[in-house]
């Protein structure tokens, strides 16, 4: 508890990455599962950036950390477009409800 | 013995006869119209008749220990001991038989050539008839047991075929079924008889069926048994049986009423004359065997003389003019075997040539009548005959007193010596034939008042039609009286002329006349004053019931309830008692076998196919169940592990990434395992 | 307790908070506020590490951009009437036993790990490293990325296009 340490913040992105894997396992709402799914990128990017920090990795971690939200950027748009098509097929986004591969 | 060819002739020429009008005789009878049929077929009996004269002057020429005319035809059965030919032998008992069959048998021929005239199966009569001569002359000729029986059979067939002559009438052939299936069961028993006395005879080392042999060696069976009786009294009670069914005795005689139905001179030749008197041949032939079984004798003689009163008895009722002569044969056969019975085998024979004089006298006069009456055949419409028919009537009052037996007419002689045989033997027997006489003198001339005497009963267009037979028919009947009337001079009483008891002497030899001497003529002359008071009694009591009306018939019928009556008119019911015990009884056993055929042995092979049916369904339902289960098991197994596994690929997310989870703390879980366990 | 820790501390509540009303919200559209609400403080998080550059990337694109286009998501596939169960979710308990041994076992892990530490010194401005590293070093993944980008940008035009019925 004294000064901020590695540990403090690797804590935190561990607490992040279980709710975020809580809100994927959990979820039965398709986009509430990418949220879950950004939760758990978020709290890599903590780690990188923590790490980043007092590992003294240089400028590594937050290069990983920037990529790693272009790559959420792009996965959510397309996971997102796929979530508006099974809506326009099921007429629901409701994951348990969609569980034939056509309607 | 003396070796005669002809008289082989004597059978064969009517069998000849029968042959050329069995293939023939409907084109002959086309062609040359029924004058050839007869012609040819009463040519061959005459012919016959005049050989047997032959024989008979030829044999009167022989010596009388060797009168015997024998001709070997062919060599029939050659079988380890049993060596039969075909041989006819004519000795003093036969040549009597051969001149009655031949010589009355012609006379009734040529009448039946008159009485046929109308019917187109002419030339099938005479056939039958021809052929009947041919079996009867067999039978009385045949020096074996075994050729008698061949004839014995053939009389038995010739007579189902005559009586059952009117074949289109179901009553006729069942009539002549009746005859021969009666005659059957006496066959059965000839046949037992011919057996056993083979096979013992054999086993004494003289097996052989031929009568002379048999009469030589027949002693070796005294004494012999056989399963405990005597063989003799064995062999000659089943060969007796034979002489039942064929001469008509209690039991077997119930065909010969019905045989009625057949034509007159069928009825006069075959059920009067000859046919019938087969029996009595038989047992006086074979006199050695059955002197040697007394209790046969008894038996022979009890049951003629049953026979004679049971039958006189049915006789006082009947109203069919033919059916009372049927009773009467019946009877008169019973005194030839009452005779018979008593030894005297002469006198029985004596009193069978006399009763085929008159008898077919008898029968053919009726054959006249119904011949006049257009068919009818019941007494109470006739009556007053005599005026219309007067050769008929003499010549039938004339038979009618002989077989009341009033001297001088021949059925005097022959029936009296007989019941004097009787006396000396038994008493009891004599009584009853004295009995019999008198009911016979009565039944008869109820027959003559009631047919010829008295107001005529008949319908006035039958007796428009009235009138006396062709000559064809009335000249046999005047030669058949004469033989009624001079037939009895060849054996007097008192011994004062008895050419026919020498004339059969050789052949019955020392077993005869056992009881001749015992009685003086004194008690003769006594018996034949009763017996002729006992006919004068009926002929009385007769003429007053049906003649002078003074006494009438309903105080008898009607008498003690009319049962009796009843009884004799049903002929004491004999007929329905046969056909409830053994018609019935045979037709229940038919039923019975058919329902075990039908349900035991059908049922069994039914029940085999149900079995196999069972099985086969069995292996069906285990086809069914258990291997097409087994089949279908592993599919729904497979269906069923598929269903539960396929859950897991449920298309929910979220349970795709908790398995995913849970798989990668399943791999930590080991890794760290592993690692801490190196 | 520094001033730092405080701030820390702070944030990581915020942060942790917003998570929870993420994950346990019944409802999709207060979960996508309580996301908002996360990316805002990862973002402070990350200032606080001295990644300001990337703090405003954050911003930027994810909460700018990102949570936007859920947001879009979600208004678009929602039914108006249903707005309340629309985020049911099951089996909580098993997955929360999961998760919080999941959770422990790195936290475990994490706390025996050796880490070889530094002290970080100040916080400078690392725009310029950041910059240069991809220009040179990431240049590759860099031209990849945007690659990557351009398909998804196509894919996601060609996935939710509408079917031409014809």
Known sequence: MGTLSLGHFVVLGGILFALGLFTVITRRNAIGILMGVELVLNSANVNYVAFARYANAGYDGQVFAIFVIMLAAAEAAIGLAIVLGIYQSFETIDVEATDRLRQ | MTSAGYVAAIPLLPLAGAAVLGLGGATLQRRLGKRAIGAVACGTVALAFALSVAAFFQLLGLDPEHRLLLARLFPWIHVGTLQVD????????????????????????????????????????????????????????????????????????????????????????????????????????????????????????HGTLVFRELAQHAHVLEGVGFWGWPVATLVTLFLFVGATGKSAQIPLYVWLPDAMAGPTPVSALIHAATMVTAGVYMVARLNFLFAMAPATLAVVATIGAATALVAATIALAQNDIKRVL????????????????????????FHLVTHAFFKACLFLGSGSVIHAMRGEQDMRRMGGLVKFLPATSTTFIVATLAIAGMPPLAGFFSKDEILWQAFNARPALWAVGVTVAGLTAFYMFRQVFMVFFGTCRADPETRHHLHESPSVMTIPLWLLMAGAVLAGFLWLPFGLFVPFEHWLAPVIEHHGEVHAATSGRGVEALLMLVSLGAAAGGIGLAYRMYASESLRPETFSEALGGLPYRAVLGKYWVDELYDLVFVRG??????????????????????????????????????????????????????????????????????????VLLGVLGGVLLYWSWAAAS | ???????????????????????????????????????????????????????????????????????????????????????????????????????????????????????????????????????????????????VLLAALIGAIVVSRKEVKA
């Open chain 2, 86 to 205: 075909v041989a006819f032998g004519v000795d003093p008992l036969s040549a009597v038989m051969i001149l009655v069959v031949t010589g009355i048998g012609g006379l009734i021929h040529l009448y039946a050539t008159g009485y046929m005239h109308d019917d187109e199966a002419f030339w099938r009569f005479f056939a039958y008839l021809n052929l009947f001569t041919f079996a009867m002359l067999t039978l009385v000729l045949g020096d074996s047991l075994l050729l008698m029986f061949v004839g014995w059979e053939g009389v038995g067939f010739c007579s189902w075929a005559l009586i059952g002559f009117w074949h289109k009438e179901l009553a006729n052939t069942t009539a002549g079924n009746k005859a021969f299936i009666v005659n059957r069961v006496g066959d059965f028993g000839f046949v037992l008889g011919m057996f056993l006395l083979f096979w013992t005879m054999d086993a004494q080392g």
């Open chain 2, 586 to 659: 045979v037709l229940l056993c038919c039923r019975a076998t058919a329902w075990f055929d039908l349900h035991v042995i059908d049922g069994l092979v039914n029940l085999s196919a149900a079995i196999v049916r069972g099985c086969s369904w069995l292996s069906g339902l285990f086809d069914l169940w258990v291997v097409d289960g087994a089949v279908n098991l592993v599919a729904d197994v497979t269906q069923f592990a598929g269903r539960r596994v396929r859950n897991v690929q449920s298309g929910a997310i979220n349970a795709y990434l908790y398995v």
């Open chain 3, 1 to 147: 307790m520094s001033i730092t820790v405080a701030v820390f501390y702070l944030l990581a509540t915020i942060t942790v908070g917003s998570a929870l009303g993420v994950a346990l919200s019944n409802s999709i559209v207060y979960s996508a506020f309580a996301l908002m609400g996360t990316l805002l403080g990862v973002a402070a998080t990350f200032v606080l590490l001295g990644a300001d550059f990337l703090g405003v990337v954050q911003l930027l694109v994810y909460v700018g951009g990102i949570l936007v286009l859920v947001l879009f998501a979600v208004m678009l596939t929602h039914r108006i009437s249903d707005v309340n169960v629309s985020n049911r979710a099951v089996g909580r308990l098993p997955a929360a036993v999961l998760v919080g041994i999941a959770f422990t076992w790195m936290v475990h892990v994490a706390r025996r790990a050796a880490w070889v530490v530094k002290d970080p010194g100040a916080p400078a401005p690392t725009t310029y490293g950041i910059g240069n590293a991809f220009l040179r070093q990431y240049a590759l993944p860099f031209e990849i990325a945007s690659l």
């Open chain 2, 326 to 349: 049927a009773y009467s044969t019946v009877s008169q056969l019973g005194y030839m075997f009452l005779a018979m019975g008593v030894g005297a085998y002469a006198a029985g024979i």
